[in-house]
């Protein structure tokens, strides 16, 4: 069992179409173990392989409520057979985090799936369940969830998260700055200058190279 890296939004492989799975042996069986292991940790409700850039049709679920016991389901080579009615949804993704917008999607749907030795199962879920399998079998066709927003929303939810990113690297970069001019001065003045600008000595030198 292995938690592995969950690839983020714009991440390009996020944007491919899963490969169907043909053989289940006892490496897919190990690929399903870390995908729970790695939904669970996150934690999340449910995590599609192309999430970890494998390229294929597995996807992974488990909406269990905290105080209830865990209820593991495994999709590979899942087929959307029916979609009825509509539900709105707060949704998030793994692959971005932070972010969740409301989302219009089918309210029943009815899914054929294989479990991890290849045994094929029909399913029929509504609800949470329903929104999880429509949310993780877009993952196997390289849709996102912010994709089915109109138009105008999908370019504010957009143009919003980039600009949180482009905060955050700002942060960053200023953080790292200051621990550059920062950290030289410190070590000179034993750290009695604590509360003083960074990048100020007393005398007006600059610490900077
Ligand atoms: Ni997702």
Redesign the pocket.
Known sequence: MAIREILEFPDPRLREVGEPVTVFDDSLRQLVEDMAETMYDAP?V???AP?IGVSKRIFVIDIAGEDEPSDLMVFINPEILSLDGTQQWEE?????PGATETVKRAEHVRVRAQDAHGKAFELEADGLLAVAIQ??N??LNGV??FDHLPPDRRGAFLEENRKELADMQRQAKAFLRDLRTRAPADARAGGERAGKPPGTRPNGTRTRR
């Open positions: 999340g449910g995590l599609a999430q998030g993704c793994l692959s971005f949310h993780e877009d993952h996102l969830f």
